[in-house]
C-alpha cells in the first residue's frame, strides 16, 4: 500500500490560513483517491474533504464548504488541504488517507492507507 506522510499543521489565529501536505510513497499514486480527516480530542474522527485520483472531482463536509479547498500533484505524489478562513472548532489533529479506487468516500473504513496526523490549533 502507499505510505502517507502528513506536513503543514501548526498554530494559527481565527481567520488565517494553513496548507496541509500528504506526501505519498511505495506506490503508483495516481491510482489512489485521497480524503482528509480530522480527529479534535474527546471527539469521533470525522470526513472533511476527498478528490478523486485523477483530481477532478472533490468533496467537502458542510462546515469547511468555501474555505478549504482540496487538490493533488500526481506528478510530484502529493495531495494538499488549503484551509483559509480558520475557526477554533477547526482544532484537530488531521490525517489524510487513501483508497484504490477513482470514486471518493466520506467513511473512514473505505480508505486503508493512512497518514500519522499532523497537529492544527486555531486560537481566538
Known amino acids: 500500500q502507499v505510505q502517507l506522510v502528513e506536513s503543514g499543521g501548526g498554530l494559527v489565529q481565527a481567520g488565517g490560513s494553513l496548507r496541509l501536505s500528504c506526501a505519498a510513497s511505495?506506490?503508483?499514486?495516481?491510482?489512489?483517491?485521497c480524503a482528509w480527516f480530522r480527529q479534535a480530542p474527546g471527539k469521533e474522527r470525522e470526513f472533511v474533504a476527498a478528490i478523486s485520483k485523477s483530481g477532478g472531482n472533490t468533496g467537502y463536509r458542510d462546515s469547511v464548504k468555501g474555505r478549504f479547498t482540496i487538490s493533488r500533484e500526481n506528478a510530484k505524489n502529493t495531495v494538499y488541504l488549503r484551509m483559509n478562513r480558520l475557526e477554533p472548532e477547526d482544532t484537530a489533529v488531521y490525517y489524510c488517507?487513501?483508497?484504490?479506487?477513482?470514486?471518493?468516500?466520506?467513511?473512514?473504513?473505505?480508505?486503508?492507507?493512512w497518514g500519522q496526523g499532523t497537529q492544527v490549533t486555531v486560537s481566538s
Open positions: 488517507a487513501a483508497r484504490q479506487t477513482r470514486e471518493t468516500s466520506i467513511r473512514q473504513s473505505d480508505y486503508d492507507s
Open positions: 511505495g506506490r503508483t499514486f495516481s491510482n489512489y483517491a
